[in-house]
């Protein structure tokens, strides 16, 4: 595994003078040679120097910020260049650019099965950056590629971990833990994409649906689960009223109540407080007791 070296390039201004002296020679000796009629000169003098301000001029590159250029002499590994600015080098390195800059992967939408079997549709974003440039050139193929790759598997292997949707405990689930389940799959990617160089910033999911063969049924059990707890949650509330209203009436003594008379009063106003329309009310005109 090839790990980033950062090397210092030379001025591109040091460069850019070398250049046009040589090519300022090459023009004087051109010159000279014709003046004396000696073809010779222009052989042996003006070509090789020539050639050398050509050298010297292909040496010259430039760095944007939030750029790297990769270094590489005669398939040996040089150095990394991440200084913005005109530079030059030796005109026979091969020079690879990468965009340092934070990049955003919008996963396409795949279909697989949850922890419980159910098919799910399932998609994330991911947020991206390259940590170590030489590591992105050698030791991955290519690194966009592996990482639109690798960001496909993670969220395979995410979504066959946790179940849709968990009504019966407050176990993780991909869709009532948001914060927990990006976190992993950041966590996993990160360690897929660390051979590659590239840090992971952030990773969300960006859609997340049953399959359409089996919506249907599951909004139905969604929709029963529901049901099921805002009924928990009145009968919750009416028996803390009925619990309250019959000690209020007991510690201010504004009547007693034998246990018949109590049952009767709880079970009316539990048809209250727990029915779905208003209760109409009965006037009662008689006495307490028969």
């Not at 389940?181 to 992971?200: D, M, N, T, Y």
């Not at 359409?212 to 028996?239: K, S, T, Y």
């Not at 510690?251 to 109409?280: F, H, I, P, Y």
Request: glycine share 6%; charged share 20%; proline share 3%.
């Amino acid at each position: 595994m090839i790990h980033e070296r950062r090397v210092a390039a030379l001025s591109g201004a040091i460069g850019l003078t070398i250049t046009l002296l040589l090519a300022g020679l090459a023009v004087y000796l051109f010159v000279a040679g014709v003046q004396s009629g000696r073809p010779i000169v222009l052989a042996t003098g003006v070509l090789p120097v020539a050639a050398l301000a050509a050298l010297c001029a292909a040496g010259l590159f430039t760095v944007q910020p939030n750029q790297a250029v990769v270094l590489i002499l005669f398939g040996s590994y040089v150095g990394t260049v991440r200084d913005s600015g005109w530079w030059w080098t030796n005109p026979f390195n091969t020079r690879k650019r990468l965009s340092l800059r934070v990049r955003s992967l919008n996963g396409h939408m795949i279909k697989v099965n949850d922890h419980a079997g159910n098919p799910v549709e399932i998609a994330a974003v991911v947020v991206w950056k390259v940590l170590d440039s030489a590591q992105a050139v050698f030791d991955v193929e290519n690194f966009e590629d592996f990482v639109t790759v690798q960001s496909e598997t993670a969220v395979r292997h995410l979504a066959s971990i946790y179940p849709y949707d968990e009504y019966d405990s407050d176990a993780i689930s991909l869709r009532g833990s948001t914060d927990k389940v990006s976190e992993a799959l950041r966590a996993e990617l990160q360690e897929r994409l660390r051979p590659a160089g590239v840090e992971i910033i952030e990773a969300r999911l960006s859609h997340l649906a049953y399959a359409p063969e089996i919506a249907g049924a599951m909004l139905q059990r969604q929709q029963a689960a529901a049901i099921i707890a805002a009924r928990q949650r009145i009968v919750d509330g009416a028996v803390g009223m009925v619990e309250m209203a019959l000690a209020r009436l007991s510690a201010n003594n504004v009547v007693e109540l034998d246990e018949e008379r109590k049952a009767a009063m709880v079970s009316n106003l539990l048809v209250v407080l727990c029915g779905e329309r208003a209760a109409t009310p009965v006037l009662n005109t008689g006495t307490l007791h028969t």
